[in-house]
Antibody
Framework: EVQLVESGGGLVKPGESLRLSCAAS????????MNWVRQAPGKGLEWVSS????????YYADSVRGRFTISRDNAKNSLYLQMDSLRAEDTGVYYC?????????WGQGTLVTVSS | EIVLTQSPGTLSLSPGERATLSCRAS???????LAWYHQKPGQAPRLLIF???SRATGIPDRFTGSGSGTDFTLTISRLEPEDFAVYYC???????????FGQGTKVEIK
């Protein structure tokens, strides 16, 4: 069974940093592109970042480019999102999702709140 | 940049009724890269349809996706209680790679 379990969310102040993790199991992690997708409270879905299976190709949404860094450790079956210079508008639930073109499996999400 | 516009914003229907949801792209897109998801309160989204018309694993046949070019439709033939949720369309663009979602359609119980 495919499982994606996010962790690392929490309450931080504007300008601070946070690192999210996603532990994957039940599939061959090192053959899939992985992604972060977020959802602001009461709002829709927004793709944040994508990393290819071997980390060669990395992409970001314009809204986070230069502040967020996606990475993965295939030996640990884990995906990460380093979030720096956080803003209030980064508040939301962050989901880890498997692709490559559609998101066929999602984690349950971890809540990030950026507030002073 | 492709923008996906979903309509209506909210659909109020009764169990057993037919639901028709629309997703319109700001320019023609490949059907191969058009997907639909639904999301129940407090849960992660779930993939329903990929390639505009192919049902994902475990998705019942009351869900049908159709369309091409700029206009795509998700039809739920007979609403079951578990179908009341928010539905999103999504497109994958390859140059550069990016994933775009529509703003969602809420299907609520009338």
């Amino acid at each position: 069974e495919v499982q994606l379990v996010e962790s690392g969310g929490g309450l931080v102040k504007p300008g601070e940093s946070l690192r999210l993790s996603c532990a994957a199991s039940g599939f061959t992690f090192n053959t899939y592109t992985m992604n972060w997708v977020r959802q602001a409270p009461g709002k829709g879905l927004e793709w944040v970042s994508s990393i290819s299976s071997s980390s060669v190709y990395i992409y970001y949404a314009d809204s986070v480019r230069g502040r967020f860094t996606i990475s993965r450790d295939n030996a640990k079956n884990s995906l990460y999102l380093q979030m720096d210079s956080l803003r209030a508008e980064d508040t939301g639930v962050y989901y880890c999702a498997r692709s490559p073109t559609v998101f066929d499996y999602w984690g349950q999400g971890t809540l990030v709140t950026v507030s002073s | 940049e492709i923008v996906l516009t979903q309509s209506p914003g909210t659909l109020s229907l009764s169990p057993g009724e037919r639901a028709t949801l629309s997703c319109r792209a700001s320019q023609s897109v490949s059907s191969s890269y058009l997907a639909w998801y639904h999301q129940k309160p407090g849960q992660a989204p779930r993939l329903l349809i990929f390639g505009a018309s192919s049902r994902a694993t475990g998705i019942p046949d009351r869900f049908t996706g159709s369309g091409s070019g700029t206009d795509f439709t998700l039809t739920i033939s007979r609403l079951e209680p578990e179908d009341f949720a928010v539905y999103y369309c999504q497109h994958y663009g390859s140059s550069p790679p990016r994933w775009t979602f529509g703003q969602g359609t809420k299907v609520e119980i009338k």
